[in-house]
């Protein structure tokens, strides 16, 4: 059970409710995720805003890839089982590639080199090294990409530790970050 009351979309706080509707206008239901943020209005304005600017940037599998990537260096099963899904279901990523992203890696050689640098991201709290910028430099990503996957890093960290605070019931197929990928 959640530590921190999770509200309906009729409880939140009003300022939360319009943002909430057009979560569930979007997915067809609201993640508690969601409804656990808009218990602050401004927190969740910060993230559906960053959010959404962040789904104009890479493409959706590499968002994706590097969600799974970060829930499971941050061990934090919610993300890890709402990514899973959403990785399976709207990215159409293979259970296989699935299992290689949580080990901070992908089959494909430039998704490879960005999610290897978000997991090192995540891992290290941003002390990477010269060799890690120049491996992603060299898969093709830009400066400004490099820019972005630290922004996804920090968009799902923060998810991650509000849900690890929070003990959030999960509402997907449940994922473990303790077991075997």
Known sequence: MSRIAIPSIDNAPEASQATLDAVRRQLGSVPNLFRLIGLSPAALTAYTGFNGALTKVLDAKTRERIALAVAQVNGCDY???????LGLNLAK?????IALNRKG????????AAVHFAAQVARERGHVGEADLATVRAAGFSDAQIVEIVALVAENSFTNYLNEVAKTDIDFPEIRTNEAA
């Open 105 to 112: 890696a992908s089959a494909d050689p430039k998704a490879n």
């Open 93 to 97: 990523i293979s259970p296989e590639e």
């Open 79 to 85: 993300c890890l089982s709402a990514h899973t899904y």
